[in-house]
């Protein structure tokens, strides 16, 4: 069971790391500017 099981892990794990540095990236840039809009929004209220 361990042995038919294990490939199918090992796939998975190999397949992820690419989806889950994509979400990052993702993640970071709709951050960076959603901080963008706010910085702004700031700048625009303090002027």
Do not use: A, C
Request: net charge positive.
């Amino acid at each position: 069971v361990k042995s038919k099981k294990f490939p199918i892990f090992f796939k998975s794990v190999r397949k992820n790391p690419k989806k889950v540095t994509e979400k990052r990236e993702f993640l970071r840039k709709t951050s960076f500017r959603r901080n963008i809009v706010v910085i702004q929004k700031l700048i625009t209220v303090n002027t």
